[in-house]
Every structure is written in C-alpha cells, then in structure tokens.
C-alpha cells in the first residue's frame, strides 16, 4: 500500500487559516492514497518565542528543559492540524515524536535520529487515520523529548518516509522549488525540476535555504525522493532524487553567501603540525571552517588564511591572535567584504574547463577572486560583496541557466 | 523525609519575571526541607490562547486532540521554571504528567486522576533535584496525555501530596487566602486562619474560587493540609485541614454567585416519576441543576422549578420546554434577577435558629427571599441581584465575621 509523506514548515502552518488551507491539501493527498502521514514544524514565529522566553530565564538554558520547552511548539500544531481535519469529517490523529517511534541519541538540542518503529503509524494508517507527527522532535531511550536541531522537521519527515517505505517524501514550503539561483537576486532565475541529491548537498550547505542538508543526506541514503513544492500553489516543484550523470549542463545551480568572513594568520613559523595546532583550536571552540588557503612564499614564509560565518567571527579572531602568538605569527588580518559565490554541478565533473570559464567570467568583469575551493562537483571563489550581483547574473547566463 | 509540594498558578507564573520570582520562593523552601515538588500551572492566558486557536479549527474539537493541544500550557511554564532553578545554581528537572507517574482514566478533557506511581520523583529527589510537575495532566493506560478539567492543578498537587506521604500541600495563588466574604464586596472581610475541608467544599463549590472542589475532596479523603497562601507575600495564608467541630462560630464565610437563573415549569401533571423525567432530561443535556424545588398546590397544581448557571440557561430552557409540552405543562418561567446567597459553617450543626437568623435578618433589610435550599453546613437564599451587597454586608456583621 502507497504511503504519501508530507512535511509542512512553519510559515506554512503559521495561522489557522493557513492551517485549514494545509488541511485541505492532505484531504486532496488522502482521496489519492488513503494512506498519508504529515510533519509539521511549528507554526510561524513560535520556536523563536519560546527561545526568547527561555533566554530571559538562563543565558545558556538547560539543554534538556530546553527540549521539553521548544518541542511544545510542533505539539501545538500537530494537535491543530488534526483538530481541523477531524472538523473536516476525516480521521485524524496527532502523534509527537514518541508516540510515533522516532528514537534519537540521549544528547539534546541536535539529537540524531536513531531509529524509527513505524508500528504506531502503521496500526493509526490501517484505521484509516490520517496521522499527523510533529516534526523536528523524538525521544531517547530515557523516555526524555529531544529534539533533532533547527531544520530538523525536514529531516524527520524523510526518516519517516524512509521507515515507511515511501518511494517520495513531500516538503511543501512558501517557495515554489529549488531554483537555479535566487529569485530575488537575479530575475532570470528558472525552477529546476530535477537535481541530483550531490547537487542538493552543495546547494543546500550552501545557503539555498529551502531544503535542511541533513533531510537530503537521508534521503540519498535511503533513496527516498524528495518534492520541493509549494504550499499555497499546485504545480510541480523541483525533485531531489537520483539523475542521470550524464546531464546537459555542467552547472545546475549558483549560490552567493555574503555572510563569509576571511581570516589571515601571517608569518607563521614553517614548522610540521603547525595548521594542525591552528585548526584544532578552532575546532576545540566550536567554529565551522570554510575555504582554508595555506601559501608559503620563498620557502619560510607561512600564512593560513580560512574564511567562517560573519556570526563566528570574534571567537574565530581571540582563538587566532591567541595561536599566533603561541605560535611565532606576527600579524592577524581580517577581510570583512566576502562573498562567496559557487556553481554546482554534477555536469562538471566529466567536463575540464568549467572552473577556468568561471575565473575568466569572473576577471572580464573586473572582479577580484580573493580565494578559491573546489569540490568534485562544486567551484567555489571569495569575491568583493559589491559584486554579488553582477557575478551571480553573469555566471547565471554564462552557464546556461536562463534556458531550458 | 519531609517532602514539601508547593503548586503555582497561571497569574502567579504569567511572566519571565514572576517565574524569577517563583524560583526565588522555591529555593527558599529548598532550604528548609531540601525535599521539593512544585506542581505549575500554564503562564497567564496561554491556556486561553490555545483554547482560542482550537475554536478557530473546530468548533467542538477532538478531545484527544484538545488535550493533546493545552497540556502544553503547563509543558511550557515547568521547562521555563526548571530552567530558571538551574540557571540559579540548583540542580531541578521538569517533569510532564507521564513522567510524573500521574496515571487517570482513560476519557479526555476532565479525566479523573486513578493513581500516582511516585518512583520517578523520588528517583529525581534523591539525586538532589528540585523536581517540576506540570499540572492539570496526567497519561493513560493508551499511553495519551490526558487533562484533567480546568483547576485542575490545585488537585495534581493535593494528589502528588498524598502520593509524596507529604503532609501538606501550599497552593501559591493572586490572593492571601480564603475570606469571610468576598473583600471586594465587603470591606471588613477578614482572612480565615483555619477552615474545615467540607465548609471549603461548600465555598470552593459555591465560587469563593480560589481553591478548586477537588482539590478540597481529594485533601480531605487523604488528609492533606492545604495551604493557600499569596505568592507575592511572605504571610501566613488560610489553611483548609480537619478543625475541632465545636467551634465558637455559626458561620464561618457567606458567599455571592450572581450568575445563577431561575426556571420554573409550571403546572406540569401531578403523576409519579415527572420529576424524574424532568431532572434525567436536563442531566442527560449535561446541565448542572441546583436549588431545587417542587410544590404542589390543591393537589393537583405541581410546579418544578430549578437554578442553573446562566450559562446553561438557553440549553435549560430549551430542555424545558420539551419536557413541558411532553408532560402537559403550560408555560416555562424564567427570572433572571438571581443571585444566591450562601452561609456556610460547621458550626451552625449544633446551633438551631441560624437559619431563622439569616432570613429574618433579609427581611428586616426589606428582601424578598425566592428560593430556599439548604444542606448540613449551608443555608442558600436566592434573592435579587441589586441585593447582594446589602445581604452580604449585613449578613457579614449579623454573623459576627467581620471581628476575630
């Protein structure tokens, strides 16, 4: 028997009106499947209340009351969402993560899922019940809420879609799909229908935003199929599943992340274990590291350069002025104005020349690459923000983008 | 080990700030006895405010999914309350009603609490912990959440205080204590130091509202004292427990409820079971029928008439009349201009003419008694509404209430 899997994010749920409007879009699913399990995020803005009620009580809030307290917000609309479908003269039930089996690691707030016990569902789904599971939360072996990390609901729904033997996992969101670039940026952007999981990885690591990297990486690991879709519109999104690598383009997708800031340690000492001691203490500090350059000029000369997320950056600079000073650097440099802008693409990988037309784009323009990082499937370049723009529309063109 | 229960109101943790300061209480009583269970209710008009978004839903909601829904009120006050504690510096933990061990019957919306398994909380106590229990729910045997009908965390705390062996429960509230009358009314209402269960009873049920009937029930058949007590003050508030029957006063409080209507039905047929029929009906439409009187003149003229809460008048009426055109009456009645004053004390058992007392004393005020109704420890007059306050003043002073 089909199951549908459908997830709804917060927006989405964000009022009861929007509520009755989801609910009738699960009815349209249920008359095709009569089989249907929908996640809910909570609705609209009320995670972040609850976090700011919590951080008037504690700075660093209890990490396991933290997870009793925010877990409640997808109670509330899992709960309203069913009240509505019953009141539409279906049945419904609401189930939190617990009661439909999704256990997580015993650690709070970024809990990973461990496994899924459908039988809870399963025995709801053959009632005939349309079953409604808040997203974004389970429960460890103690018998404590956790939740899974912001995102998360995402992520749930395709672990449920995995555990059920859905071939598809449906994400309806308040944009229309995953685009070739963002729409507000660059109007000739174009809704991409279909995109490998890889390109997903990269695009959605990256900032694209619609879709949590961690759902993605499930879904590729599980072959579920994932829907971007939009809640409020009934056309076709863009699917997330496995393509052909032999595509038409080499480039699916560009990104800008103007959020990057570049740090430099100059003159280090050219001893071993040196980037090692620098990497780890950042690392030790909890700081993600991006594009990490290592140059040695005339054989002594050592400098380490590596951008992080602008929020990042004051603990990035105490951690490295300290390590420069343990470690013979003379000098700490910052570089406020980075954007990085990156093409993604599965196409690249059997086509050389992808990354040298996109440096020459780059420098016909007149724009500065101030660092580069490469993937398999992904060319990244830190530029000037001035020039966000100006590159994202260019590039867009260059590879193709604004055609089918 | 003496283990203390405390239980906080919605107004009393309606805010970060008075959770703060809920904490602070809590953490004094920490001190003394290092053994503490709080019971919370939700902040303020959260209850309300999921109350509100469920009507938006459905107008008659799923009861699982009500309950689902508003038990996250309390979910939300104990993490916010665990959390300040912790932040403190104390070690504390939340704990919902399943975790709480709170077991009730399996029915939605007022379900009865069945019994408490205590061994989570004293797990949790004796690793030192300041142990948070939301109020107003508990689990069943299926495993849902279950509520337990509005007020129903003053009885989860008399429960927990049974269960705990504790021998006193405080209920922390918006007022100082329990009153002679209601000091909004009258100013020389005075505070009860000491009050017997069954005269709380019958002012908790006659709408003194500060303590909830169950609560009263479920403290007297286990013998818990009740404490209720401001949060806002340190004093000494009203304690509700056994009292020596042979007290120096008649009265011991008078109250008001002015939202009660009178229905009559008139003429009905003077043959047995009409007033059975006519009760079964009304109980059967899930109406509260109080203050009952049937007359029958000339033999054969049987009138029935009743009081309900004006909330209920429309459905009562409608039921009525039914019923009337069902059992030859000819007319339903209604007065509206009612309110019912009541005196209550154990000690007018002993002492007859109290009842002669109060209603001569309303006569010489120049008020017309419309109904009578009385029980072991309380007389009720229904009178007219513009009376009450003159009734209860003088009332107040004729039963000495208004001096120590």
Request: aromatic share 4%; proline share 3%.
């Amino acid at each position: 028997m089909l199951i549908t899997v459908q997830k709804y994010g917060g927006t989405s749920v964000g009022s009861p009106e929007k509520i009755q409007h989801v609910a009738d879009r699960v009815i349209h699913a249920y008359h095709k499947t009569k089989r249907v399990v929908v996640v809910v995020s909570a609705m609209g803005s009320a995670t972040d209340v609850l976090i700011g009620l919590a951080k008037q009580l504690s700075l660093v809030p209890d990490p396991r009351e933290y997870d009793a307290l925010i877990s409640t917000g997808e109670n509330v609309s899992a709960a309203l969402l069913s009240m509505a479908l019953i009141q539409k003269g279906f049945s419904a039930i609401s189930l939190t993560g617990a009661q439909a089996g999704i256990l997580t690691e015993s650690t709070h707030m970024r809990a990973k899922i461990l496994t899924v016990d459908p039988s809870r569902i399963h025995d709801e789904l053959s009632k005939d019940r349309i079953v409604v599971v808040t997203g974004f939360q389970g429960v460890n072996t103690l018998g404590e809420v956790t939740t899974i990390g912001r995102g998360g609901s995402d992520t749930s729904a395709v672990v449920l879609a995995a555990a059920l033997n859905a071939k598809n996992c449906e994400i309806f969101t308040d944009v229309e799909g995953i685009y070739t670039t963002d729409p507000r940026e660059v109007s000739l952007a174009r809704k991409i229908p279909e995109i490998s999981y890889d390109e997903m990885l990269e695009l959605a690591s990256l900032g694209a935003g619609v879709l949590h990297p961690r759902a993605v990486e499930c879904g590729k690991q599980h072959g579920v199929h994932i829907h971007v879709r939009s809640t409020f519109k009934p056309d076709q999104g863009s699917w997330v599943k496995e393509t052909n690598m032999e595509v038409s383009k080499p480039v699916t997708g560009i990104t800008a992340s103007e959020e990057q800031v570049i740090l430099s340690i100059l003159n280090l000492s050219h001893t071993p274990g040196v980037a090692g001691q620098v990497f780890q203490a950042l690392a030790d500090a909890g700081i993600n590291v991006d594009m990490i350059v290592q140059s040695v000029e005339n054989g002594s000369q050592n400098h380490i350069s590596f951008s992080v997320h602008e929020e990042d950056v004051l603990k990035a600079k105490m951690v490295s002025e300290k390590m420069a000073a343990l470690l013979g650097s003379n000098q700490v440099v910052l570089d406020e104005d980075v954007s990085k802008i990156s093409i993604v693409g599965v196409g690249m990988i059997s086509r050389p020349g992808i990354a040298a037309k996109m440096f020459s784009t780059l420098g016909n323009l007149g724009i500065n690459i101030k660092r580069i990082t490469t993937s398999e499937i992904k060319i990244s370049c830190a530029i000037s923000r001035k020039d966000t723009k100006k590159a994202l529309e260019t590039l867009h063109h260059v590879f193709d983008l604004d055609r089918v």
